[in-house]
């Protein structure tokens, strides 16, 4: 049975940092893209970062450029989400998604609050 559970979020003031993981199971892990997406309220779901199946290569929204960073541990099969310097539109349900392959899969959102 394929899970990706996501946890670290919460409430933060603005400025501060919040690190997300992703842990996975049910498939293989390091044979997949890995990204997160954010999905603010009202707003459509929209990529924040991807990483490569080794790692090696990462790609971030505008958005967030020098403030995340994105990590993967494949002997873990855990993405990670490092947040800092967060801002007050960085809120909303941050979902992880591994693509490659006949499918992609979904993980159930956890919730990131920047509020002062």
């Known amino acids: 049975q394929v899970q990706l559970v996501e946890s670290g979020g919460g409430l933060v003031q603005p400025g501060g940092s919040l690190r997300l993981s992703c842990a996975a199971s049910?498939?293989?892990?390091?044979?997949?893209?890995m990204s997160w997406y954010r999905q603010a309220p009202g707003k459509t779901r929209n990529l924040v970062a991807s990483?490569?199946?080794?790692?090696?290569?990462?790609d971030y929204a505008d958005s967030v450029k020098g403030r995340f960073t994105i990590s993967r541990d494949n002997t873990k099969s855990t993405v990670y989400l490092q947040m800092n310097s967060l801002k007050l539109e960085d809120t909303g349900v941050y979902y992880c998604?591994?693509?490659?392959?006949?499918?992609?899969?979904w993980g159930q959102g956890t919730q990131v609050t920047v509020s002062s």
């Open positions: 998604k591994a693509s490659g392959g006949p499918r992609d899969y």
């Open positions: 049910g498939f293989i892990f390091s044979s997949k893209v």
């Open positions: 990483i490569s199946v080794a790692g090696t290569t990462t």
